[in-house]
């Protein structure tokens, strides 16, 4: 995953097969897992003994993103 607002890659786990590069999803950033969107640059599959980040340090992908979540709300 890459963020707008820096370069830097990520692993995420994705618990769906749906995820392609590409994509944007939601996904938990920092210690306060606050909800931010991110482009799928990779997909990988990893045997648990190669994995780059121990599996319980690794966070989930929440969900694809949809529309509305770079649609700026309504303030009518």
Same mark, same amino acid.
């Given at each position: 995953?890459?963020?707008?607002?820096?370069?830097? =890659?990520?692993?995420?786990?994705?618990?769906?097969?749906?995820? =392609?590069?590409?994509?944007?999803?939601?996904?938990?950033?920092?210690?306060?897992?606050?909800? =931010?969107?991110?482009?799928?640059?990779?997909?990988?599959?990893?045997?648990?003994?190669?994995?780059?980040?121990?599996?319980?340090?690794?966070?989930?992908?929440?969900?694809?993103?949809?529309?509305?979540?770079?649609?700026?709300?309504?303030?009518?």
């Amino acid at each position: 995953m890459e963020f707008n607002e820096g370069y830097k =890659s990520y692993y995420y786990i994705a618990d769906e097969d749906n995820i =392609s590069v590409g994509d944007y999803v939601i996904v938990p950033v920092g210690k306060d897992n606050r909800h =931010s969107a991110a482009e799928v640059v990779k997909v990988e599959y990893f045997a648990e003994e190669d994995v780059p980040l121990p599996l319980d340090r690794t966070k989930h992908i929440i969900r694809k993103c949809k529309d509305e979540d770079f649609d700026p709300p309504n303030k009518e």
